[in-house]
């Protein structure tokens, strides 16, 4: 550089630059204890600043995407006539499965009405795109496209089409942060499906959380397959989340079933179980403003 | 005369912003949401940045605008709030100590001393995000940064000394 500004620098001038510099170290420090007090304003700051940033963030991956599009359809093209296979035997399996459900719909049926059991809470959702992926080291959380205004509050429970995907921590007016079941913060209620054992899915900040908190008799073993337990009341039960793939030494690590680091569009659900919404306002949002509301979040078809 | 002196001073302007422009770019491409990196590589694109502008072009990258890119990193929800921050001005301020000399020795030194920066980078966020989770974080998550730190050192001071030579020339 020609610049002449960073010749000689007055002792003053030195001693200035020190101590903004300290300063701004000092400042560093105090947002960490201030991050760890989790005060509200902090949480403001941060989801007004996603707000802003999301359309940037969308324009700046608009090359990317179509690029990645071009890719993907290059990819399909070629594998094709593998795929169409893979679908037909998937489409005989499934055509089984669909008739053993709808037996077993009508059985459901009729056993709850001779119980006389309360339904389960009916659900809603809001698609949103993933606009960006904060993951890292220490955090493990997304931003998606969907806030305020599109009713989803904080606590309600993300999915993809596969499984559980996180929660949502901090709501923004049109975009929300969403908390994965890797990040170190997130606990999760759960249960292993075969044996109905209770435990709590902790995440630890790598790509497989752990289960705890499981009763020392629990027999589990590597394949089990974990869904949400619904105990706490902050999640309904059985959503499905991951499979245990190894034991070892009384910790258990669970894979998620969702692709968690390559998430694109995730499913905001409200299965209203706080009882937030009051009665008066409880229309049908199961389907219909549901999809609506996807075209004006910008997100992409519900994946049912 | 004015008229030169001012487009020189806005041609000027517009050299010095390139370095955080393009930092701040790198920092939107780690949160993108199907990127090809790894998760533990958000950040070490960001950091090997402000290492490289802080240490050859020291006025397009003052301490106050690192701190500000950390931020912003950490309100994007990257690390716990401060952590970024305090990775970047640490950075920035080893990045200055005898800077001169350090900018005129040789490629590889540069790339070693950066290593040790970011050794002690990454001890220093390990202990902030444990402060901020309020109990021990895992320490892989700060050997992962450290590792991808040094990986990619090379490739981006090479592409960044590219820029830094087409800025001079225009």
């Known amino acids: 550089m020609r610049s002449t500004s ?15 510099f300290v300063l701004l170290v000092t400042t560093a420090f105090a947002f960490v204890l201030i991050g760890r007090a989790d005060v509200a304003a902090v949480s403001k700051l941060r989801m ?92 493990r ?85 974990i869904a949400t337990s619904g105990a706490g009341g902050a999640f309904p039960s059985g959503l499905p989340i991951g499979e245990v793939i190894s034991i070892e030494n009384g910790r258990i690590e669970v894979q998620p079933l969702a692709d968690l680091a390559r998430l694109e569009v995730v499913r905001i659900v409200n299965y209203r179980l706080t009882g937030i919404l009051k009665r008066e306002l409880d229309v049908d949002t199961a389907g219909g403003s549901g999809r609506s509301r996807t075209s004006t979040t910008g997100g992409v078809g519900a994946a049912d | 005369m004015i008229w030169v002196d001012l487009g020189e001073r806005i041609s000027k302007l517009a050299r010095n912003s390139v370095p955080a422009l393009l930092t701040l770019l790198l920092l939107f491409l780690t949160v993108m949401p199907w990127r090809p990196i790894a998760a533990p590589l958000a950040g070490s694109l960001v950091l090997v940045s ?24 950490d309100l994007l929800g990257v690390a716990p709030l401060g952590v970024g921050t305090m990775s970047a001005l640490l950075v920035h301020g080893m990045a200055n100590i005898r800077r001169r000399d350090v900018s005129r020795s040789g490629q590889l030194t540069v790339w070693g001393l950066f290593a040790l920066v970011s050794l002690v980078v990454a001890l220093v966020a390990w202990i902030l ?4 989770n309020g109990g021990w974080v895992d320490m892989e998550s700060a050997g992962h940064q450290f590792m991808l730190n040094i990986a ?9 000394g590219r820029t830094n030579r087409l800025l001079k020339r225009s």
């Open chain 1, 48 to 139: 007004w600043l996603a707000d802003l940033i999301a359309p940037v963030a969308v324009a700046v991956s608009q090359p990317v995407d179509a690029t990645r599009q071009a890719v993907s359809d290059v990819e399909a093209y070629i594998a094709l006539r593998s795929t169409v296979e893979r679908l037909q035997r998937e489409n005989d399996e499934l055509r089984l499965w669909h008739s053993t459900a709808r037996n077993l719909q009508a059985e459901n049926l009729a056993l709850r009405e001779m119980l006389k059991m309360t339904p389960d809470p009916r659900a809603s959702f809001v698609s949103a795109r993933v606009v960006a992926d904060s993951s890292s080291g220490y955090v």
């Open chain 1, 6 to 20: 960073i010749g000689a620098a007055s002792p003053l001038k030195l001693w200035f630059h020190r101590f903004s």
């Open chain 2, 50 to 73: 402000i290492y490289f502008w802080s240490l050859h072009e020291p006025q397009a990258m003052p301490a106050w605008l690192c701190g500000a890119i950390g931020l912003i990193g």
């Open chain 1, 141 to 225: 959380g997304v931003i998606a496209l969907a806030g305020e205004a599109q009713s989803v509050t904080k606590g309600q429970i993300a999915m993809n089409g596969v499984g559980v995907v996180g929660r949502v921590q901090e709501v923004g007016k049109n975009v929300s942060r969403i908390l994965l079941l890797t990040d170190i913060n997130s606990r999760v209620p759960a249960i292993v499906e075969r044996t109905r054992d209770q435990a709590i899915l902790a995440g630890n900040n790598t790509d497989l959380p752990q289960l705890r908190y499981l009763a020392r008799d629990a027999d589990i073993k590597v394949g089990d397959r």
């Open chain 2, 129 to 132: 995000a444990s402060i901020a």
């Open chain 2, 152 to 160: 990619a050192y090379p490739i981006l001071a090479y592409l960044f």
